[in-house]
DNA sequence: GAAATAGTTGACCGATCGGTACAGTTGAAC
DNA sequence: GTTCAACTGTACCGATCGGTCAACTATTTC
């Protein structure tokens, strides 16, 4: 019974959208709404305040990049393709917003967890749940590339640490001169974390 | 002629120490003055606008430590050990503000850079240099490095952006993880990245 | 078709934001 | 000791902030 109303989803596209390419404080929930096609009553309709809905709008977008975090480390696809893949789409990513809204925009996460991490634990914590999902995406690929008989020059978790804070600092840098390139230099990086040869220019095919 | 006053520099200190543990947004200029003592008539009379406060206290913080970086990047100290040297002081410094405020701080530059990256260019640009001046410190430490005769996985400001970013990186994951602790990991993931044998478990001395 | 519920609307709130105006006070230079 | 610029204090500005509220409309269920 009642209306049906898709206003709670343009909300939280809204929201990430423009959290994104801004910054949390930056973005006001007047202009939220407006983005979104939304009167600022319905708004505190669907959500009781600006922190539950930037929680929710976090929440959707790890939902909606999990299905492709998925394919890119399938367990089908070798695992030093995995990462490199994920380096891949990662540049293509940033590339894509920087072409779209002229800047860096730097990870979503890291972004709003740096802005407010001394200042709302529930969103700080809820930042380190995203930063612990993805690297077990990275272990995993590790542990099969160890199974392969590669020998990594450290244990699988503090691997997966060291590349996580690897990207991470290098979407700040990317972010602070503005330039998508930067990101080119995560696979080496990668690479170098693991001590493993950069074989071939292309993506080692079986 | 007129009178002198210091009410500049406390103002200065407390734009950097507030923005540190909070964020740009979330402090505002009476706070800042507060914090100095200061009334909102002085501070105008000091910097004409937020913005200008936030330049000159970040050029101010700088020329605060470089003195403490010209120390540990000494050419008379082995430049392994400049960079061991740099990977404790870090770690003592975020524990340091830690023990006080209850919450790791980060990187004062990388959070206002993230922050305010896709707004203000000025600032944007202004971290950037900031960047690639401890770049240079990391650089001629491993140029020197190379000087003795050890060979880099990578070259030398390459080698040294990978640092760099593992270090932003790291201080992102502690200030989402409020734990210190996790820059222990620095120094080891430097290692790796130099592809140097983790010798002994203190610092090599000759 | 009546009732109940889900969603919409726009006016409104007090607090705070960065910034301004300007008279008043102080102290160094001469 | 006068002068003048440097600094201080206070009151105030319009805009915007996150959030509230009650009346209203549409829709589903029975």
Redesign the interface.
């Given at each position: 019974m009642g209306r049906t109303s898709d206003a709670r989803e343009r909300l939280l596209q809204s929201a990430i959208d423009l959290i994104w390419?801004?910054?949390y404080?930056?973005v006001g929930v007047d202009q939220i709404c407006e983005r979104a096609g939304v009167k600022k009553g319905s708004f505190y309709h669907f959500f009781p305040s600006k922190t539950e809905l930037a929680l929710a709008a976090y929440d959707a977008h790890w939902e909606s990049i999990q299905p492709h975090l998925d394919a890119i480390f399938s367990p089908l696809v070798p695992p030093l393709e995995r990462i490199e893949r994920w380096c891949h789409a990662l540049y293509e990513h940033q590339k894509e917003l920087y072409d779209r809204?002229g800047?860096?925009?730097?990870c979503p996460y890291?972004?709003v967890?740096?802005?407010?991490?001394?200042?709302d634990d529930r969103i700080?914590a809820r930042?380190?749940d995203y930063?612990d999902r993805f690297q077990r995406y990275l272990e995993s690929a590790l542990r099969d590339l160890t199974a392969e008989g590669i020998t990594l020059?450290?244990g699988v978790k503090?691997t997966a640490?060291?590349i996580?804070?690897?990207?991470?600092?290098?979407?700040?840098?990317a972010?602070?001169?503005?330039d998508p390139e930067v990101l080119r230099?995560l696979m080496?990086?990668v690479l170098?974390?693991l001590?493993v040869a950069p074989s071939s220019p292309t993506i080692s095919t079986p």
């Open positions: 390419t801004n910054s404080a930056a809204y800047c860096v925009c730097g890291a972004n967890g740096t802005e407010l991490g001394t200042r700080r930042v380190g930063f020059s450290a503090v640490q060291s996580l804070s690897c990207e991470l600092g290098l979407l700040v840098r972010k602070v001169a503005n230099e080496p990086s170098r974390l001590a």
